[in-house]
């Protein structure tokens, strides 16, 4: 039959699935979970370090300027990739998911140093001209080459412009008028300044008829041809032979318009940040917590949650197969995405089902009950995952590094989940009834549940949330006048002491996790130690928060007396926040663009602004509260608290929705003799059952996390839990009275 059919294709599915995630497609094992890209806090990559050029110490301002356009450029080969500032002079770029260094340094070139150099000097002596090179192998060929030093060059105004002078430079291709063929070339874009130069350095070699070269570390990239004078900064150098010569000296451009001049120090290929041990706990608690769903679906809502829980294992099985295809780089904040979008997929069930059996209590068939169970849910669930999911595109658009791995995990996430919710889910619940499970026993029936009066307590809920936010801030101030800083900031923000140590023995990860780590987080009172062990040999880079000169030393004792470490052999550099300002003010910008568009959509669809307000204010109230969280344990603020905040940022939103979903319908059937309060608490009441199912399915996810994981994860997992906590709590207790209040408020005259 097609049940049957259909049930044999969902298993084959699975099979199939399962097996590439397994073994992946060919004898490489491509396309399988071991062959995802893991962040370098996962999985490790190349660490590379630049020093400035000079004998002067260089401005802390172009240091800064520096290290946000290399952030900029090594974000091409991962959006995780990270630039942070070493001592007074040095600049630590370090890229995930990659092994050879060379090439990356190859790749990127030695930043600093693009000159664009006029054809000739004011008195028509040539600054360059054609001339013939011999390789090492003797063979002759000709380019141009320089006639003058730099020096020179710079003395006699011959330089009209430097790298510093280009905004942007982009690869692109054009449309030859003549021919109609596609040809390739980069775009150039000034700065205000540059814009002059440029236009004085066109005018000049236009009305010479000359060229004007563009010089960079030590040779000419391109000598292009001047037909005209460019005087609005934008210029174009054209034609280019293919996209990846265009692309090539684009990069070459960007690179070199950074403020200072630099040169490789050294280079490393890492392992992980959070180590071996931090991999494989996080993949145990992920198996638990998905087995604990599972049981619980099973255990609560019988056939239909056995359906979502195949459901729920082709969707975790498909995300893993996502993640090969669009090539997306895994990380700590990216694995907060996928909890988030488990318990989304989860939450979806548990609407449907709902639904399902309050049909089958109103005397509905069980076949008639799934199919108006399906359809009476699907407006909850498309609004809960559509404002979700515009969250995730801001952030992914607007946001940098962890936010972008948060962002696309998130959204993969939320389209899978709905997927298999409102089509595998249905179609496995179809058959399984089709082949003979039609009792309404095996489905359940709705109970009559009294209606809470959640709207009486309404004073009580709002002083308990002004309490805890304002005992937040009251608390950041004390820790402000007390330890300087207002919440427990970790190296990722603040910066901290780079601990480089040759041990006398190769030690694995799993050693240096269980043996070193606790005697390092013994001395520093830190529990956000990152290890990083260098490719090849026996030293291993240890980050922690800054170190004063005794912890120092102690740490070195420490190093000595427990693993016979040559104290020479040990040296400690401070290090800058490897999430930079413009990282945080990307994030903070892109939270609020994707707050204000939250609630232009939840305006759209509800057409009333009353809930959109609601929601954003509880969305606000439980980031304050978990705000609030951070400072009173003092929980270490790292580069997962942003993915933290996000996380619970879509999770507190979406469950609101569905109790909105549910007032919007009841007013729709609403007559003049009923009671808007008790309308609100009904609603409130009929959902409540789904508010706890989904928090505690989630729950499991975070808690196995949180039991399982190494210190730096549960300090992940913690603020997490009692986000998914506070999320419940606002939306079944603050939300809907936020909403009466507005409404009896703002909107009496509608409401007569």
Known sequence: ?????????????????????????????????????????LAG????????????????????DTIAKLQKRVENYSKEAIVYQEGTDRINIEIPGVTDANKILEELGRPGSLYFIAETDKDGNANYSMQAVTDAQGNASYAYALNKTIDELKADGSIMLEGTDVK????????????GNSTYAVDLVMTEEGTKKFEEATRNA?????????????????????????????????????????????STIRIGGLKLELEELRSNVVGAQLGSEAVKTSLEAGAIGLALVVIFMIAVY?????????????????????????????TLPGIAGIILSIGMAVDANVIIFARIREEIASGKTVRSAIDVGFKKALSAIVDGNVTTLIAALVLGLKGSGTVKGFAQTLALGIVLSMFTALVITRMILKALYAVGLKDEKFYGKAKDRKTVDFLAKK??????????????????????????TALNYSLDFVGGTSTNVTFNEDMDLAALDSQVVPVIEKITKDANVQVQKVAGGNQVIFKTRTLDVEERQALTEALVENFGVNSDLITAETISSTISSEMRSDAIVAVVIAAICMLLYIWFRFKDI????????????????VLAFYAVARVSVGSTFIACMLTIVGYSINATIVIFDRIRENLGAMTKKDDLEQLVNRSISQTLS??????LTTFFMVAALFVLGVSSIREFALPLMVGIVCGTYSSVCITGALWYVLRTKIGTKKNK
Do not use: W
Request: aromatic letters at 8%; glycine letters at 10%.
């Open 206 to 250: 236009y009305e010479k008829g000359e060229t004007l070269g563009i010089y960079y570390d030590g040779s000419f990239v391109s000598v292009p041809s001047v037909k005209g004078v460019f005087s609005d900064g934008n210029a174009q150098i054209s034609p280019m032979n293919s996209y990846e010569e265009a692309e090539s000296l684009a």
């Open 690 to 695: 789904r508010s706890i199912f989904t928090s």
């Open 459 to 484: 004073k009580i809920f709002f002083t308990i949330s002004l309490v805890m936010i304002i005992g937040g801030f009251v608390c950041m101030g004390v820790n402000k006048g007390t330890s300087g």
């Open 302 to 330: 019988l056939i239909p949650g056995l359906a979502s829980s195949i459901a729920l294992i082709i969707y975790t099985i498909l995300v893993v197969l996502c993640l090969n295809m669009f090539e997306i780089t895994l």
């Open 610 to 625: 009353r809930f959109a307000t609601s929601s954003v204010a509880a969305l606000i109230h439980d980031v304050l509260v």
């Open 1 to 41: 039959s097609k049940a049957i059919i259909i049930l044999l294709c969902a298993l084959l599915v699975l099979l199939g699935v399962g097996y590439v995630d397994l073994y992946g497609v060919d004898a490489e094992g491509t396309a399988s979970a071991s062959d995802i890209s893991l962040g370098l806090d």
């Open 168 to 179: 942007t430079a982009t690869a692109g291709s054009i449309k030859d008028q003549t021919m």
């Open 45 to 64: 990559g190349v660490s590379i370090t630049y020093q400035v050029v000079g004998d002067e110490e260089p401005d802390a301002t172009d240091m800064a």
